[in-house]
């Protein structure tokens, strides 16, 4: 087996026991991890298109349990490309989620690729686009509130680069969906795919910056 099929077999071996037989630790709250963490057939989905885009740079905001990070880690892995990287965002991994998410994918061998920002969304990702970082995709699950979702995708459009993708986790939650249709209507993004829970969404190449005369009410 060469280095990279290794990687990428360590990787699914944790994604196939996380979603078998659950996290190691969990909220007291009962079904916790089956109501927060992205489904399996849904991580299947977000690791194969972010495989087909080749994508190379992905933030990701909602870290949580893990399981969309660790399709995102092998996707990246599966890719193969010379310098992955993985930015995961979230403020309360620790003081929430005892570190689970984190500590699986050191457990997957995550870790040299993935850099975790333990700070909100909305403080992380203007420092992310002052340092120039330049992203293939991303995937937003995090803070739900509409102004928290609509601030994440004003600084992603900016690190995200023209034509990547942008996978919205509950796309149909009046908050999520709101936010999300100002930037197709006003700014020309578009759905590239669409699943039970998540849309995909494509950021138009070249950029589009219309006058704002030509606000369109969402
Ligand atoms: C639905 S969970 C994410 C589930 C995760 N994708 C998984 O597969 O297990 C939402 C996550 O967003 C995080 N979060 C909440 N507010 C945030 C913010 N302002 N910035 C970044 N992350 C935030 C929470 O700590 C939580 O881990």
Known sequence: MDETHGRTARV?????RLAEEGPPWTRDRAGDF???????????ALRDLLTAERARTVVEIGLAYGSSALAIGEALTTVGAEHPRHVVIDPYQESAWADVGWNLLRSAGLEPITTLLRTPSSI?????LTEGLVADAAFVDGSHRFHEVFVD?????RIVRPGG????DDA????V??????????LGWTVHTETPRCTA?????????PPFEEFREF
């Open 124 to 128: 992380a990702l203007p420092r992310l």
């Open 165 to 168: 993708v942008i996978v919205l």
């Open 153 to 157: 995708l004003y600084f992603l459009r």
């Open 201 to 209: 969404l494509r950021l138009p190449d070249p950029p589009s910056e």
């Open 172 to 175: 149909t939650a009046p908050p």
């Open 34 to 44: 089956e109501t927060v963490t992205l489904p399996r057939h849904e991580c299947d």
């Open 177 to 186: 969906r709101t936010a999300a249709r100002y930037y197709v209507r006003n």
């Open 12 to 16: 699914r071996e944790v994604r196939r």
